[in-house]
C-alpha cells in the first residue's frame, strides 16, 4: 500500500506533528520536519507525543514552535482541529477523523523495507513534490556541549568508549524490585526489548580485552535511569568508568556522543542520537530489521553492523573487539 496523503489548498499556517513516545521514532521524523520548515518557513510547526521524554528530542529545534505533553488521546486530537496539516506517527489520529475536520494530513502507511526516516522523507518530498539530495538525509538534534563539560574535564589524552548497556526497561530483567513488572504487558514488553540486548558478561569480557589493548581507556555508560541496575554491574568490574547513565538529556546525550572516539550500542534510542553526531558507531542487531532501525543514513562509513540472525548471545565479543579496533584505526588515518 502506498503512503497516503491528503492535500489540501494552500496556504498551510499551522502544521502539528503527532510522535511517538519512543525516542527513536522521534529522531526518524526531524529529516521530514527540516524539510517541511525549507518550504514553510514562516508557518507554526508544533510537536505532541505522549511521553514528555520522548519530546527531548526536539528540544531547542529550531525547526520546532512549541511541543505538547499530551497523555490522553482525546486531548491530542482536541488539539489537532486547529491545524492545517497533521504529521501522524504515532497511530492516535485516523484518517476519518481528518478527514471530518477538513485537515490535511500525511500518514505513513503499509510495509516498508527500507529505513524508516527514509520512507517518512519520501512521504514528505512528495507531498511537498521535492526531489531528496543527501544532504536531506540527516538528523536534526540540538547538542548541549555545556552540560557534559563535568563529566569529561579529566579525559586528558584517554581513548573514550561509549557503552550502551540496556533499552530503558533494563530494570525488568534482573532488579531486585523486577516483582512490580510481572504483569502480562510488562512482560511481554521485557521479552521483546530482551531480544535487543547483549549480554552483560559479553560487554565485561569485550572491555577488558579492549583495555588490555588499548590501556589508556576510559569507557562511557550511557542510558535512562531505568538502565542504573546494569550500569552498577559494570561500575564493580570498571570502578573508573564514567557512568553518564540516567544524567542526560537527549541534546546532551548528543553532545556527549559527538565528543566520544567510539559509540557502542544495540537497537535503542542512543543509537539513533548517536547517528546525529559525527563518531563512529558499532551497533548490534539480531532480530530486528537493521536497514529499518539501523543507523541513519543506512550508508555511511561511519556506521558498522554487526548482525548475526541466531540471537544476541552469538555474537561474540572478540567479534565486536575486532571490528572496534579496525574502526579506530581507520579514524586515525
Known amino acids: 500500500m502506498k503512503p497516503v496523503n491528503h492535500l489540501r489548498p494552500p496556504p498551510i499556517k499551522k502544521i502539528l506533528i503527532v510522535s511517538s513516545s519512543h525516542v527513536g521514532h522521534n529522531v526518524f521524523l526531524t529529516p521530514s520536519v527540516h524539510l ?9 510547526i508544533d510537536v505532541v507525543s505522549r511521553k514528555p521524554f520522548a519530546l527531548q ?3 531547542k529545534n529550531p525547526d520546532i514552535n512549541h511541543t505538547f505533553h499530551k497523555g490522553l488521546k482525546y486531548t491530542i486530537k482536541r488539539l489537532a482541529k486547529n491545524y492545517d496539516l497533521i504529521f501522524e506517527k504515532a497511530g492516535i489520529i485516523d484518517k476519518a477523523f481528518l478527514i471530518k475536520n477538513n485537515i490535511s494530513y500525511l500518514i505513513e502507511e503499509g510495509h516498508h523495507e527500507e529505513h524508516s526516516a527514509d520512507s517518512l522523507l519520501k512521504l514528505t518530498a512528495k507531498f511537498l513534490n521535492h526531489t531528496i539530495s543527501e544532504a536531506d538525509r540527516h538528523y536534526f538534534i540540538t547538542f548541549d556541549f555545556d552540560a557534559i563539560e563535568p563529566y569529561l574535564k579529566d579525559k586528558g589524552d584517554s581513548i573514550l568508549v561509549g557503552i550502551q548497556l540496556g533499552n530503558g526497561a533494563t530494570v525488568r530483567y534482573g532488579s531486585p524490585f523486577k516483582f512490580f513488572f510481572s504483569s502480562k504487558k510488562y512482560k511481554k514488553r521485557t521479552k521483546k526489548r530482551a531480544k535487543k540486548l547483549w549480554d552483560l558478561d559479553h ?10 589493548k588499548r590501556p ?58 548517536a547517528s546525529a553526531s559525527n563518531t563512529p558507531i558499532v551497533s548490534l542487531f539480531s532480530k530486528m530489521n537493521f536497514k529499518r532501525y539501523g543507523p541513519y543514513p543506512y550508508s555511511s562509513e561511519r556506521h558498522k553492523i554487526i548482525f548475526n540472525k541466531d540471537g544476541m ?21
Open 36 to 44: 517541511l520548515r525549507k518550504y514553510y518557513p514562516n508557518s507554526i
Open 57 to 59: 528530542a526536539w528540544e
Open 203 to 212: 560487554y565485561v569480557n569485550f572491555c577488558e580485552q579492549f583495555k588490555e
Open 216 to 273: 589508556n581507556t576510559k569507557f562511557i555508560l550511557t542510558g535512562t535511569k531505568q538502565e542504573q541496575y546494569l550500569a552498577n554491574q559494570f561500575t564493580n568490574k570498571f570502578p573508573d568508568v564514567i557512568n553518564c547513565v540516567g544524567k542526560t538529556s537527549i541534546p546532551s546525550l548528543a553532545a556527549l556522543i559527538d565528543s566520544l572516539d567510539i559509540f557502542i550500542t544495540h537497537d535503542t534510542g542512543s543509537l539513533h542520537v
Open 313 to 333: 548471545s552469538h555474537i561474540s565479543p572478540d567479534e565486536v573487539l575486532q571490528v572496534t579496533l579496525t574502526m579506530l584505526q581507520g579514524q586515525q588515518h
